[in-house]
């Protein structure tokens, strides 16, 4: 992932910059994101069991308001804390308690505790998290869904070339450009990822900033690129008729969907209510998610979700 997508690990820098931030707001008098009793219900005053925290983009801060409605639903009072921050400054807050559970992506999670970690199925990344987790943190139960970088193609070219998965693009690999950030051309899952998984080289990387967004769209819709590097979560993909291949070689690691959680309040009826949530949410669940609350309709988080929660059938 680039290194201004929500999962990404490029951001471990951060922490050292958020780190000495939160010294410098200390030795002000100021306050950080987790001093404010600015949420949604209530968290940080005193009238909340659990603290939902998300982090710094919308898809967080609304899986935030899921976890939260669902947990409320069960009996477990919660309320919400969005906007936190980066990886590295929403992690701390679980650890320090300022939140106790918060929505998270597999992979990353694993990377940013293991950095050498080499785990890139989805078992075998779940499997791995509870003995790299630091002392009183878990995990729940994962759910299908994912936010990961994906190799996306218009309908016509999957019918076209009858591509399913990217080893079949790999038969044709060298006759199409790839619209994918500048950093893809050395990323381990890029390029080099593409040719060592599955031997496709491209004829050409046409790099673009918008990380999957409007320009990258324009330029595979217009054929200007055969394939592109897209969020499994974007609306656009489902909006515009595009086919995500498939990845057996698992190329881009397991990002499915799981709360994050500190083990010292977190009650079994809270830890199955968060359960219920990852057992039934899908990546169309997100695709929908995100087109609530960044498409048109504009939702604010705790809106969206509510609705989705009701359609679910755990909110009555």
């Known amino acids: 992932m680039n290194e201004t997508h929500p999962g990404t690990t490029g951001r471990r820098a951060f922490g050292a910059l958020a780190a000495g931030l939160a010294l410098v707001l200390s030795a002000c008098g100021g306050s950080g994101p987790l001093d404010t009793g600015d949420s949604t219900t209530g968290a940080g005053t005193g009238g909340v069991a659990l603290v939902v925290g998300s982090a710094d983009f919308p898809e967080s801060q609304v899986l935030g308001e899921v976890y939260a409605g669902a947990l409320n639903a069960a009996g477990v009072r919660a309320g919400t804390?969005?906007?936190?921050?980066?990886?590295?400054?929403?992690?701390?807050?679980?650890?320090?308690?300022?939140?106790?559970?918060?929505?998270?992506?597999?992979?990353?999670?694993?990377?940013h505790v293991d950095r050498e970690a080499t785990e890139v199925s989805a078992e075998d990344v779940y499997r791995a998290l509870p003995d790299r987790l630091p002392d009183g943190l878990a995990v729940l139960e994962a759910s299908t869904a994912e936010n990961k970088d994906a190799m996306v193609v218009t309908r016509a070219t999957a019918e076209k070339y009858q591509l399913k998965s990217i080893e079949d693009m790999a038969k044709v690999c060298s006759?199409?450009?790839?619209?994918?950030?500048?950093?893809?051309?050395?990323?381990?899952?890029?390029?080099?990822?593409?040719?060592?998984?599955y031997g496709c080289v491209p004829r050409k990387l046409e790099p673009f900033s918008d990380g999957g967004g409007p320009v990258t769209l324009k330029a595979l819709l217009s054929d200007q690129v055969q394939v592109a590097n897209?969020?499994?979560?974007?609306?656009s993909i489902v909006d515009n008729d595009l086919v995500v291949l498939?990845?057996?070689?698992?190329?881009?690691?397991?990002?499915?969907?799981?709360?994050?959680?500190?083990?010292?309040?977190?009650?079994?009826?809270?830890?199955?209510?968060?359960?219920?949530?990852?057992?039934?949410?899908?990546?169309?669940?997100?695709?929908?998610?995100?087109?609530?609350?960044?498409?048109?309709q504009k939702q604010n988080a705790k809106d969206a979700a509510a609705a989705w929660l009701k359609d679910k059938g755990i909110v009555r």
């Not at 590295?88 to 559970?101: K, L, W």
Request: aromatic residues 8%.
């Open 81 to 111: 804390k969005p906007n936190i921050g980066s990886r590295e400054v929403y992690f701390r807050a679980v650890q320090d308690g300022s939140v106790d559970v918060v929505p998270e992506y597999g992979g990353n999670l694993l990377l």
């Open 175 to 197: 006759e199409f450009s790839i619209g994918a950030p500048a950093t893809f051309a050395e990323r381990a899952y890029g390029l080099p990822g593409l040719k060592g998984n």
């Open 230 to 235: 897209i969020y499994t979560t974007t609306p």
């Open 246 to 296: 498939e990845d057996p070689k698992n190329n881009f690691i397991a990002q499915q969907v799981l709360p994050l959680y500190n083990e010292a309040r977190m009650t079994d009826k809270a830890r199955e209510a968060l359960n219920s949530v990852s057992r039934i949410l899908t990546t169309r669940d997100l695709l929908d998610l995100n087109r609530a609350v960044s498409g048109s």
